[in-house]
C-alpha cells in the first residue's frame, strides 16, 4: 500500500534563497507540536520519493541518513545532472530542493528520499528533467515530486510523466507560485493535461 503526502498547511521559516537549516526547522515545529495543521503519514511499507529538484545539502545527518541508495553505491547521495559526467553528490545551490526534503520527510519519517538535481545555475533543463524522471521510473520509486516550473512544454517530458503513471508512481507537481489559475500561465509540466497526476498550488 503506498501513503501519499497531498497537502501540508505548514510554517515556512526560510526563503528558498538561503540554505535550509534541517535540524533547526525540526526543532521550531516539534516546540509547535499541536499548533501546526501536519499530518505524518505512516505505515508498514517505507514510500521511496523521488524529489525533481536543486538537490540537497547531504551534510545534514538529519537527511543523509534518509537517502535511498539503490545501487548501494559508496558515498551515493543522490544524482546530480547538471554536471558533464553523473555526480552522486547534488549539492544544493539554493536550498530549495533541501526545503523540499525536510518537508516529505517530516511529514512522512519512515520515507527515503531520491534526491536527483535537475536545477543549476543556469536554470532547468528539459533533458535533465526528463532523465530525472526515467531514473525515478528505473529505480521504482513511489512518488515523484516536482516542485520546478518553466514556460517551455516538452512532448517527451509529457511522455515521461505519462509513463511514471503507467508504472504505478503517483506524481505531484507544482503549480507554481503566481497565484494565477494554469489557464492564464504557461507552467510546465503542471500544465499538461495528464490524468492522475495531482497538481499542487501554494496558497
Do not use: W
Request: with cysteine; hydrophobic share 40%.
Amino acid at each position: 500500500m503506498k501513503f501519499i503526502i497531498l497537502t501540508i498547511v505548514i510554517l515556512n521559516s526560510y526563503s528558498y534563497g538561503m540554505s535550509l537549516d534541517v535540524e533547526r526547522e525540526m526543532t521550531v515545529r516539534k516546540k509547535l507540536k499541536g499548533k501546526l495543521r501536519v499530518k505524518s503519514v505512516n505505515g508498514k511499507h517505507r514510500s521511496i520519493v523521488a524529489i525533481i529538484d536543486s538537490g540537497i545539502d547531504y551534510d545534514n545527518r538529519y537527511l543523509r541518513n534518509r537517502i535511498y541508495n539503490p545501487n548501494k553505491i559508496k558515498g551515493f547521495f543522490g544524482i546530480d545532472l547538471t554536471t558533464k559526467k553523473i555526480s552522486y553528490k547534488p549539492k544544493d545551490i539554493d536550498g530549495h530542493g533541501t526545503h523540499m526534503a525536510g518537508i516529505i520527510t517530516m511529514i512522512s519519517p519512515k520515507s527515503l528520499i531520491l534526491p536527483i538535481k535537475v536545477v543549476s545555475k543556469k536554470g532547468t533543463g528539459i533533458d535533465s528533467s526528463i532523465k530525472a524522471i526515467k531514473l525515478a521510473i528505473k529505480y521504482k520509486v513511489d512518488i515523484i515530486n516536482i516542485s520546478l516550473a518553466g514556460s517551455t512544454q516538452s512532448k517527451k517530458e509529457k511522455e515521461e510523466i505519462q509513463k511514471a503513471i503507467d508504472a504505478g508512481i503517483v506524481v505531484v507537481i507544482a503549480a507554481g507560485n503566481s497565484g494565477r489559475a494554469l489557464e492564464d500561465v504557461k507552467c510546465y509540466p503542471a500544465k499538461y493535461k495528464i490524468k492522475d497526476t495531482i497538481v499542487v498550488m501554494n496558497s
